[in-house]
């Protein structure tokens, strides 16, 4: 069964600082990996989508990474502020076909403090 | 550009109620998807369509329908709502299945509670 571990399952730092985030997988066959941003009460947004060959893709002050080998990623959020307090969620998509192949991780709350 | 809109953002129904979680989207995008967060999980895929006229089950099925009479619209039916079926409702579409963009637009998400 495909799974997708996220983790810490919460973080809190401090407003300026930096953290990573964690993503570890077992989809098979894979095909991309993607990671959303939840802000509370809202839908989850796009940050980054990495396919097989791809090993950093940066948006802003956000950086993911991916090992295909290991079956790794990270989420490196660089400077933090006060908007990045939201949910950052995995997404594994398979190249099996049918429906989305997509397996959501339960995602990691983060809290930027002032 | 309104993206993907839902409605209502929220509802509490009573067992054994009825209603429809209305998705509609402006992008004319072919494929269409509901999913459902429960709290501390991952989104589940309920049920998705490929196109108007087309629909398939998701993972979690059970409970539900849907309909694709247009391109925009792809509501969720659930028909004898029970305390399961508490959660947040998202409706998502992506232009094509394949595309190798950022993919999918979600809404804002419907808060459902069953009592």
């Known amino acids: 069964k495909n799974q997708v571990e996220q983790s810490p399952q919460s973080l809190i730092i401090l407003e300026g600082k930096n953290c990573t985030l964690q993503?570890?997988?077992?989809?098979?066959?894979?095909?991309?990996l993607r990671w959303y941003k939840q802000d509370t009460g809202r839908g989850p947004v796009s940050l980054t989508i990495m396919t097989f060959s791809e090993n950093t893709k940066s948006n802003g002050r956000y950086t993911a990474t991916l090992d295909a080998d290991t079956k790794q990623s990270s989420l490196h959020i660089t400077a933090s502020q006060l908007s990045d307090s939201a949910s950052y969620i995995c997404v594994v998509r398979d190249s099996g076909g049918g429906a989305d192949g997509l397996t959501f991780g339960k995602g990691t709350h983060l809290i930027i403090q002032p | 550009n309104a993206g993907v809109t839902q409605t209502p953002k929220f509802r509490i129904l009573k067992i054994g109620q009825s209603m429809t979680l209305q998705c509609t989207q402006d992008?004319?995008?072919?494929?269409m998807y509901w999913y459902r967060q429960d709290p501390g999980m991952g989104l589940k895929l309920i049920y998705y369509?490929?196109?108007?006229?087309?629909?398939d089950k998701g993972e979690v099925p059970n409970g539900y329908n849907v309909s694709r009479s247009t391109t925009e619209d792809f509501p969720l039916r659930l028909e004898l709502a029970a305390p399961s079926q508490t959660s947040v409702y998202f409706c998502?579409?992506?232009?094509?299945?394949?595309?190798?963009?950022?993919?999918?637009?979600f809404g804002s998400g419907t808060r459902l509670t069953v009592v």
């Open positions: 992008m004319n995008h072919n494929y």
């Open positions: 369509s490929v196109g108007a006229g087309i629909t």
């Open positions: 998502a579409s992506k232009a094509a299945l394949g595309y190798g963009g950022y993919g999918y637009t």
């Open positions: 993503c570890n997988y077992t989809v098979s066959p894979f095909s991309n």
